[in-house]
């Protein structure tokens, strides 16, 4: 099945010890996300590709960095953990919005990222 | 400001009817979306409007008034397992989505 898997599902790391997030799709969708959402709130946007176009939204902190190397892989660098970054972090895809009527995002399970 | 209003928490009982509200104010629209988010889990796609009216999808159905900037998600004969966050969400003119924080649903037997 045509799917978004997000790899760990559960990452645990220290205090100011870099972490990589990985998300890999096969629906072949040149758009993905990546999304950082703490318990009842709302997912906030941090990053997204449009194919290799990368945009970084202006409230990103500099701590977070993001790769996606070809169409099926994107990644998510967190430099320097903090406290504040432990939340659910979100990898999603859509199809170009020219070629659909209904863009919507397909999400990945997510990762729930525990800062020690 | 882009903005997207819905209540934090609601209650409602097993077998009845519960509608979910949504407010929304965007630089722009390209439709609104309602997802369905259980506890650890990633938000899915419940529908979408772009035109104003009502879309009826079994269970559930959504309704849209562009003028009012106003939606509903509507769930009949509610379930246990419809216990979950129900999110609802702007598509904007860059065809980025506004999100709400959510509207918790506790259903109660």
């Known amino acids: 099945d045509a799917m978004v898997i997000q790899n760990p599902r559960y990452q645990v790391t220290q205090f100011g010890k870099p972490v990589t997030l990985s998300c890999s799709q096969t629906?072949?969708?040149?758009?993905m996300y990546w999304y950082q959402q703490k318990s009842s709130q709302a997912p906030k946007l941090l990053f997204h590709?449009?194919?290799?176009?990368?945009?970084n939204e202006a409230d990103t902190p500099d701590n977070f960095q993001s790769r996606r190397p070809n169409t099926s892989f994107c990644f998510l660098d967190i430099r320097s953990p903090g406290l504040g970054d432990a939340a659910m972090y979100l990898c999603?895809?859509?199809?170009?919005?020219?070629?659909?009527?209904?863009?919507?995002?397909?999400f990945g399970p997510g990762t729930r990222l525990t800062v020690l | 400001g882009q903005n997207i209003d819905q209540p934090t928490e609601m209650t409602a009982t097993e077998g009845a009817i519960v509608q979910i509200n949504c407010t929304y104010q965007?630089?722009?629209?390209?439709?609104l979306f309602w997802y369905q988010q259980h506890a650890g889990e990633a938000p899915t796609f419940l529908s979408y409007?772009?035109l104003d009216g009502l879309e009826e999808k079994g269970r559930f159905s959504s309704f849209l008034s562009r003028s009012k900037g106003y939606s509903y998600l509507l769930l009949k004969e509610l379930q246990m397992k419809d216990s979950a966050s129900y999110l609802c969400?702007?598509?904007?003119?860059?065809?980025?989505?506004?999100w709400g924080a959510g509207t918790k649903l506790i259903i109660k037997p």
């Open positions: 999603a895809t859509s199809p170009p919005h020219r070629e659909t009527w209904i863009n919507e995002q397909f």
């Open positions: 629906l072949n969708h040149n758009v």
């Open positions: 590709y449009y194919d290799k176009d990368f945009n």
């Open positions: 965007t630089s722009g629209f390209n439709g």
């Open positions: 409007n772009v």
């Open positions: 969400a702007c598509m904007d003119s860059n065809y980025q989505l506004i």
